[in-house]
């Protein structure tokens, strides 16, 4: 994939995104061996996420958190190449 893909990929996400910050009360307590991992899934919550992309081990071995599907990059990428979303 080009440089121009790549910031095209990229700009297309900016655009869908919607920021958001949970509060401490809204983080759950499931990833115990790296806890502050857990606000990367109340941040997917609290944004309705289909899919939170992640290279971290423990995130990654949720496979999903409740709605949410959890995937590596080069999954996601293999997703948004074949036009399969969640």
Same mark, same amino acid.
């Given at each position: 994939? @080009?440089d121009?893909?790549? $910031? !095209?990929?990229?700009?297309? +996400?900016?655009?869908?995104?919607?920021?958001? =910050?949970?509060?401490?009360? $809204?983080?759950?307590?499931?990833? @115990?061996? $790296?806890?502050p /991992?857990?606000?990367?899934?109340?941040?997917?919550?609290? !944004?309705?996420? /289909?899919?939170?992309? =992640? !290279?971290?081990?423990?995130? +990654?071995? +949720?496979? &999903? %958190?409740? &709605? @949410?599907?959890?995937? @590596?990059?080069?999954? %996601? &990428?293999?997703?948004? /190449?074949?036009?399969? +979303?969640?």
């Amino acid at each position: 994939m @080009t440089d121009n893909g790549v $910031d !095209g990929y990229l700009a297309a +996400l900016q655009n869908a995104a919607e920021m958001v =910050s949970p509060e401490p009360e $809204d983080v759950p307590n499931v990833i @115990t061996a $790296d806890p502050p /991992d857990n606000w990367v899934l109340a941040t997917a919550i609290l !944004g309705q996420a /289909d899919v939170i992309v =992640s !290279g971290n081990d423990h995130v +990654l071995s +949720l496979k &999903r %958190f409740e &709605r @949410t599907r959890i995937v @590596t990059p080069a999954a %996601f &990428r293999a997703m948004l /190449d074949s036009h399969i +979303l969640p």
